[in-house]
């Protein structure tokens, strides 16, 4: 029994083991790529390995683009849609979990409804939406439109109705009111499930493509997927270390978030995958 | 169980207006107007420069022409079907096996679920960008891989290590391996989503069926078959939905990758309506095909819903 297990082990990690190559050759081999000279690049035979690290390649793909611009818009944007939808959902919620109103679950099973529409049906309305209200090239079309989500209401709600009354009883007799109680206590109470929506809506922000691919055209204004995107777009298949390095820039950022707060990122994808 | 709070005095209708004017206003307008302009606009014939003009059910007669005439939006839904059929099954079989290998109790699990995961939290713009440059024919770490594996053989009439593969595909550049290739890429890239999935379902198993089964003498395969499948019929039925979900809406790697080439061979439906709508604009007709989408979706949810009353056992 006892060798069958670590035979089992060992064979877990073989498997465990080969696949996690897998997984990351494709981000070793941007990297390297990314340092190779240009000629080096279309030598067909000869070694993986760059002769020397050409750094270059990052300043060429720094000054193509500007990636510090795109970084900053990616940051301000996905900071103010992932605040905005923790404040709007999780207001949504609390009514939902503790108040007594009329037509609370009727309203609360249109919320739902909305998620059942998918990003592409709302797409072009959306889109000429934002022509009409001249927000091409604007923070606003990034931002506003996803200020709400009825997903982080739903999210928020079911882990509220988990809290259990009686802390609530307590501060209502101290005299605490509906805002009160929301934001002394349910907030508090229920930061795990805050920081793991958080997380989801500042990954589903942060990686956006259709959206601003469409709604934003100056370079300026431009987000990393859509300014890397567009670097590719400048490159083709012409100067790929060039291109490579400006996918391990646009990437680095949210790879060190990650591997600083993974904790959060798992707990995210598990409680959002779970309450379903 | 919620307690019912039947004692406490008064409504909360003007609180509750407050707390929800928020997240109303902004789900009304962006989402409630546009779900309804879409079902407007698809009864438009508009490039949006020019006024509108009301065409009825004309855009939706022209999507049931081109499919049974058998145009190129037949092909592009068998496309869609072909991409989901095999990547969805593929991942999940995947993502089910690692996850079962993470939840042994060994040493560095924690490390191998950071690895698996990071291509979840890394833009599919900057990914796609990597496989691109994998796959091209000439200089890829695909087929400079495989032209490393050589077998002992003949080459010019002399013994000598030969390629096993010769002649390695051309990737996206191959009509027949184009498709193969965009859902290589897509099952790699959500391995480490679903895995962590299943490993929140396979942790949320009591111990106590595990203990009986082995009891009761079953080996490791019944375990499986009888404990852990059935216990994780939950989960595997949400990434089962979600994923097919996903499928029908592949887009940007295949805007990154292929943009649809070799033509028909990567169009897939959401790319067409992209291009139907933002490089023809034909805003009614692609309005049509987002609308025709939804209903799709929303057939495969509610399919989800009967399911789950049917199939899944919950372990009570």
Redo the contacts between chains.
């Keep these: 029994m006892k060798l069958r297990t670590r035979f089992?082990?060992l064979l877990?990690?073989l498997?465990?083991g080969a696949?996690?190559v897998?997984?990351?050759?494709?981000?070793a081999?941007?990297i390297v790529?990314s340092l190779r000279g240009k000629a080096e690049?279309?030598?067909?035979v000869g070694a993986?390995l760059p002769s020397g690290p050409h750094w270059d390649n990052y300043l060429s793909a720094w000054t193509t683009a500007p990636f510090g611009a795109f970084f900053l818009n990616s940051v301000f944007v996905a900071v103010t849609v992932t605040v905005g939808q923790l404040?709007?959902?999780s207001?949504?919620a609390?009514?939902f979990a503790r108040?007594?109103?009329?037509g609370?679950d009727a309203?609360f099973i249109a919320?739902l409804s909305?998620m059942?529409?998918?990003?592409?049906?709302?797409?072009?309305?959306?889109?000429?939406?934002m022509?009409k209200l001249h927000w091409i090239d604007s923070y606003a079309a990034l931002i506003?439109?996803?200020?709400?989500?009825?997903y982080g209401?739903f999210l928020l709600r079911q882990f509220f109705?988990t809290i259990p009354?009686e802390l609530e009883d307590a501060a209502r007799i101290d005299g605490a009111?509906?805002?009160g109680i929301?934001h002394r206590i349910m907030l508090p109470l229920s930061k795990p499930a805050l920081a793991a929506f958080g997380v989801i809506a500042f990954?589903g922000s942060?990686?956006s493509?259709?959206w601003p691919l469409?709604v934003i055209n100056r370079p300026s204004m431009k987000t990393?997927?859509?300014g890397?995107?567009s670097l590719?777009g400048f490159y083709g298949?012409a100067n790929?270390a060039v291109?490579?390095a400006?996918?391990v820039i646009?990437?680095l950022p949210?790879?060190v978030?990650?591997?600083f707060a993974?904790r959060f990122?798992?707990e995210g994808?598990?409680l959002t995958?779970?309450k379903? | 169980m919620k307690r019912k709070r039947t004692g406490e005095t008064g409504r909360d209708g003007l609180a509750a207006l407050a707390f929800l004017t928020p997240s109303f206003v902004g789900l009304f307008i962006f989402s409630v107007i546009p779900i309804l302009g879409a079902i407007g606009i698809s009864l438009l014939e508009w490039d949006i420069l020019s006024p509108p003009k009301f065409v009825g059910f004309a855009n939706y007669t022209e999507i049931w022409r081109e499919l049974v005439s058998g145009e190129v939006l037949r092909q592009v839904i068998l496309n869609t079907l072909y991409f989901t059929a095999v990547t969805v099954p593929l991942a999940m079989a995947v993502s089910l096996g690692i996850s079962l290998l993470l939840n042994r109790k060994i040493r560095g699990v924690a490390a191998f679920r950071v690895i698996y995961f990071l291509p979840s939290v890394t833009s599919i713009v900057a990914l796609s960008i990597i496989w691109r440059l994998m796959y091209n024919p000439d200089y890829g770490l695909i087929n400079r891989a495989l032209g490393a594996i050589r077998i002992p053989g003949v080459a010019n009439g002399h013994l000598a290590f030969v390629p096993l593969i010769p002649h390695p595909p051309a990737w996206l550049g191959d009509p027949n391996w184009a498709m193969p290739a965009i859902i290589i890429m897509s099952v790699w890239t959500g391995i480490g989503y679903n895995a962590i999935l299943y490993l929140a379902g396979l942790q949320g198993i009591g111990k106590s069926y595990y203990e009986a089964a082995r009891l009761d003498g079953a080996g490791a395969w019944q375990v499986f078959r009888h404990v852990t499948w059935p216990l994780l019929s939950p989960t595997t039925l949400f990434i089962f939905t979600m994923s097919v979900i996903g499928g029908f809406q592949v887009f940007t790697q295949i805007f990154m990758m292929t943009a649809g080439n070799p033509r028909p061979q990567t169009m897939v439906f959401v790319y067409h309506i992209y291009s139907q709508a933002f490089t023809s604009f034909k805003m009614g007709y692609a309005s049509a095909l987002a609308v025709l989408l939804f209903l799709i979706i929303l057939s495969v949810t509610l399919g989800q819903l009967a399911a789950t009353k049917r199939w899944v056992n919950y372990g009570n």
């Design positions: 089992g082990d877990a990690y498997v465990l696949v996690g897998s997984m990351l050759a494709p981000f081999w941007m790529a690049f279309f030598r067909q993986l404040a709007t959902s207001l949504a609390y009514a108040m007594r109103f009329r609370r309203l919320y909305t059942m529409a998918p990003a592409q049906v709302t797409l072009i309305p959306l889109f000429v939406m022509v506003v439109p996803s200020l709400a989500s009825a209401c109705m009354g009111g509906h805002w929301y990954l942060w990686n493509f259709v469409i990393l997927p859509i890397l995107q590719q298949d790929w291109l490579m400006g996918a646009a990437a949210m790879v978030l990650f591997l993974q990122f798992i994808i598990t995958g779970l379903e």
